[in-house]
């Protein structure tokens, strides 16, 4: 796959705030959080606009085509580019021999819906498309989990001057931070740290944790599970659709990961041992 091309966009911007402080009241700059739409195409055909936070958009083309099954790998894309003439949209040139399935596509957008009555379809819809289970050897120590938020916290520069930003990182068994990415919105940052692994070829992840800032929802769990990661963890509540579709599939699912505390929601023998 060629290179990338991006353009200048901010991740964050300076502004002046009137801040109050126990009766004191002065001017002061504050840094906001960069967002931005972003329009995605796949050759000339728009399939997603998602509002996020600027910078790594290749990543998050890619991660949002593979999550939703669009491409399975890296060797599909021949090139992410931002389109020429126009702000905030990247295009997506699938390589010879790949196809792109719309109808498909649209298919996965009304299963994953948050109607009410399709809890069942968008769990099957996850099933039909991923064939295995994610790494059942892969472990990771209870001492270990609890060490992931603070690595993760020091290495998040942008949420640290504007306190505005989720965040996705990747660890390894041994607790190295493989990656780590910022949004705006907490799906785009798994994307993007999605995206990351398919144009490094490294999906399935099969050998990793993915750590996630807020709840840990359907979509997040469903993200993961297609990209084969092991096990999630969240630092607030997971949804009920997401444990369902945790334990159909196999994975662990961490919640409420916050000091020496956790709550385990699916697959407790990754990081308990055997049941």
């Known amino acids: 796959m060629s290179a990338a091309k ?22 002061v700059d504050d840094f906001l ?13 728009a399939v997603s606009v998602t509002m996020r936070t600027p910078g790594h958009d290749a990543e998050l083309a890619a991660g949002f085509l593979f999550s ?9 894309i021949a090139s992410i580019e931002d389109i020429s003439g126009m702000q905030n949209a990247v295009r997506v040139k699938l390589s010879n021999g790949a196809t ?37 050897k ?9 060490a992931l938020p ?24 041994d607790r190295g931070l493989l990656v780590l990415r910022e949004d705006i919105g907490r799906h785009n940052a798994v994307d993007k740290v999605i995206g990351w692994a398919v144009l490094q070829n490294r999906v399935p992840i099969s050998d990793c944790t993915l750590l996630a ?7 997040i769990v469903q993200k993961a599970i297609v990209a084969g990661i092991p096990i999630v963890a969240c630092v607030s509540a997971p949804s009920g659709l997401a444990v369902q579709l945790a334990r159909r599939m196999g994975q662990t699912l961490v919640g409420f990961l916050r000091g020496k505390r956790f709550v ?12």
């Open 150 to 173: 603070e690595r993760a916290r020091s290495a998040q520069a942008v949420f640290g001057r504007t306190g505005g930003l989720h965040a996705a990182a990747l660890f390894g068994a």
């Open 100 to 136: 792109f399935d719309g109808a498909r596509l649209r298919r996965n957008f009304a299963a994953n819906s948050s109607c009410g009555v399709c809890g069942k379809v968008s769990i099957d819809s996850v099933r039909a498309r991923v064939h295995r289970i994610p790494n059942g």
């Open 264 to 275: 385990i929601y699916s697959g407790e023998e990754r990081i308990l041992g055997e049941p």
């Open 33 to 45: 959080a960069g967002e931005e739409p972003l329009e995605i195409r796949v050759g000339r055909r």
């Open 138 to 146: 892969f472990r990771m120590s209870a001492e270990s989990l609890c």
């Open 68 to 76: 939703e099954g669009i491409v399975e790998s890296a060797d599909q």
């Open 6 to 27: 991006t353009m200048a966009k901010k991740a964050e911007e300076l502004t002046q705030v009137v801040e109050w402080n126990d009766g004191r009241v002065q001017r």
């Open 213 to 219: 800032s807020g709840r840990g929802g359907f979509e």
